[in-house]
């Protein structure tokens, strides 16, 4: 499974931004997918994941309630809608698909990746 995460950018705090990973080289339809991201200086860390169906979810508690990760099977693509962006979410941003059944929330649990996309919330 070949990943491409985009839609990473410049935003001011409060503002909004959508993430997509576009798969290829196989249907994602039986993976769990999963975002992640990496701050400078910081490990890499979950954000959320979502399972085969997208009927069940996982957020990091810092994104509880602002990010909603979402698919589209038939479009072999995972979102994730970020609002409220804070300073604090500036980091670059990882899709990634697990070959799992349930849902995954550990890096070392996924098995493909993207490239990352840098999202900066700045004034």
């Known amino acids: 499974v070949q990943l491409q995460a985009s839609g990473g950018g410049l935003v001011q705090p409060g503002g909004s931004l959508r993430l997509s990973c576009a798969a290829s080289?196989?249907?994602?339809?039986?993976?769990?997918m999963g975002w992640f991201r990496q701050a400078p200086g910081k490990e890499r860390a979950v954000v959320a994941a979502?399972?085969?169906?997208?009927?069940?979810?996982y957020y990091a508690d810092s994104v509880k309630g602002r990010f909603t990760i979402s698919r589209d099977n038939a479009k072999n693509t995972v979102y994730l809608q970020m609002n409220s962006l804070k300073p604090e979410d500036t980091a670059v941003y990882y899709c990634a698909a697990a070959d799992r059944l349930r849902i995954a929330t550990m890096e070392a649990e996924y098995d493909y990746w993207g490239q990352g996309t840098q999202v900066t919330v700045s004034s």
């Open positions: 979502i399972s085969w169906s997208g009927g069940r979810s």
């Open positions: 080289g196989r249907t994602i339809t039986n993976y769990i």
